[in-house]
Nanobody
Framework: VQLQASGGGLVQAGGSLRLSCAVSGASGSIFSINTMAWYRQAPGKQREWVAYITTGGRTNYVDAAKGRFAISRDDAKNTMYLQMSSLKPEDTAVYFC????????????WGQGTLVTVSS
């Protein structure tokens, strides 16, 4: 399975970006058996989850993203999205997509991620 995140870039504070995560190499829909998430890693910090979407479509967000970010997916395209609005400099990070780890399933191979830089 390959996870390809894209859509990052340089944006001013208050701006918006939409990230995409294209999943390839999976037999069947990866979204039907995995809770999928967006993660981010800021310079000098540990990777953290930002938002996730369950197999049933329920979503959840880290407090810092609530009200500003929206996670969604298109099962037919095997693609997941993260709409980010009202961006802040502290949102600057490399954003990755992957599944939520369970006792039975570890992470899928990490892709390269996509860099989001928010200028003040």
């Amino acid at each position: 399975v390959q996870l390809q995140a894209s859509g990052g870039g340089l944006v001013q504070a208050g701006g918006s970006l939409r990230l995409s995560c294209a999943v390839s190499g999976a037999s069947g829909s990866i979204f039907s058996i995995n809770t999928m998430a967006w993660y981010r890693q800021a310079p000098g910090k540990q990777r953290e989850w930002v938002a996730y979407i369950t197999t049933g479509g329920r979503t959840n967000y880290v407090d810092a993203a609530k009200g500003r970010f929206a996670i969604s997916r298109d099962d037919a395209k095997n693609t997941m999205y993260l709409q980010m609005s009202s961006l802040k400099p502290e949102d600057t990070a490399v954003y990755f997509c992957n599944r939520i780890v369970t006792t039975q399933r570890g992470y899928l191979p990490w892709g390269q991620g996509t860099l989001v830089t928010v200028s003040s």
